[in-house]
């Protein structure tokens, strides 16, 4: 286990509880309505959105990249699967996931297409993706982890390539252009969905 994972790890425990409670009203509930049987959160950190689904009796398998947040997960009795950086997860899981959320997550990774083929590969048709991602500088400079920025046109067009459609698109906190490139917690969430073949 590197010492950049666990600081990492050590980084997201110390995020404010405001954050939290900003997330579990704000944010979560808008995910319950695309939730089927089986969900992953995938980046799933140290289990915010799992804790949610779990409180509404919703399962949802974590996934993540980094060792100490599954161990986290996992004390806090979620099902959590590590990632591993060169292999993708839903090889031999072809078409069994209802929705997979990607909550700040796009923005960490260096090679999208390598996730997002490995996502669609796993989604159901008719399936869900729910994407959140940090847009203005604001908040994509507030995570020295952060490799690749993107704005909603950029977003688009990524999932395009992969025959997602977006069906629903929101703001948070609120969608005021003021905020953009202020607020470190501005982020565009939007729920795509999986055509068919």
């Known amino acids: 286990m590197s010492d950049s994972s666990h600081k990492y790890s050590e980084y997201l425990k110390t995020r404010r509880w405001s954050g939290l409670i900003y997330r579990y009203i704000f944010i979560y509930p808008f995910f319950l309505q695309y939730l089927g049987l089986k969900n992953v959160d995938y980046g799933c950190g140290i289990g915010d959105f799992l804790n949610f ?6 399962h949802a398998l974590g996934l993540d990249i980094n060792p100490h947040n599954i161990q986290i997960c996992r004390q806090q009795g979620h099902v959590a699967e590590l ?3 060169n292999q993708q997860y839903f090889t031999d899981k072809k078409n069994s996931i209802n929705c997979i959320v990607l909550d700040n997550v796009l923005e960490h990774i260096s090679d999208p297409h ?3 083929s490995d996502i669609c590969h796993g989604l159901t048709t008719g ?7 940090p847009v203005g500088q604001a908040g994509y400079k507030a995570d020295p982890d952060h490799k690749m920025y993107y704005d909603e046109d950029a977003l688009k ?7 997602l459609i977006k069906t629903r698109a929101f703001y948070r906190p609120l969608h005021i252009k003021y905020f953009r490139n202020r607020l470190k917690q501005f982020c565009y969430y939007a729920v795509f969905q999986k055509a068919g073949a």
């Open 53 to 58: 689904a779990k409180f509404f009796k919703k």
């Open 83 to 85: 990632l591993k950086s």
């Open 114 to 116: 390598f996730v997002m």
């Open 127 to 133: 399936g869900y993706l729910i994407i959140g991602i």
């Open 157 to 163: 067009s990524l999932l395009e390539e992969y025959s």
